[in-house]
């Protein structure tokens, strides 16, 4: 019989410095990441843009997200009506506008994967 593993659960975040690329989760060496909820504030009191990319160490291509996507003042992102599946090394980044104040956080379950050994730079 084998014995099931379960998920390590956790939640990460950041507050972004406005114009500076910050990665938020980076998944680690040896697991697969299921990202279930990507969540970014504007705690600013004029409507800010952000941008979110998913680096793939696989091909170590960028793609976007969510490009310059404008959240009102004092509003909110929420990105869970589906998932990210994240390997070794891949990274959630986010670049937020001039003059903004925002804030992020991005919750995965983490699974061993002795496959994916895959070595963080």
Avoid at 1 to 8: D, K, N, S, V
Avoid at 24 to 32: I, M
Avoid at 62 to 84: H, K, R
Wanted: glycine share 4%; aromatic share 12%; proline share 5%.
């Amino acid at each position: 019989m084998t014995q099931a593993i379960l998920p390590r659960l956790k939640s990460v975040g950041e507050n972004l410095t406005a114009t500076v690329e910050t990665t938020v989760y980076t998944c680690p060496p040896n697991f697969t990441a299921r990202v279930d909820l990507v969540f970014v504030t504007n705690n600013t009191n004029g409507n800010k843009a952000i941008t979110i990319k998913w680096y793939d160490n696989t091909t170590d291509t960028d793609y976007f997200i969510s490009p310059s996507y404008v959240i009102s003042a004092y509003g909110f992102l929420q990105l869970s009506d589906g998932y990210l599946i994240m390997n070794a090394n891949d990274k959630l980044k986010f670049t937020s506008e001039t003059a903004s104040t925002m804030s992020a956080v991005v919750s995965v379950a983490e699974f061993f994967d002795p496959a994916n050994p895959n070595v963080v730079t």
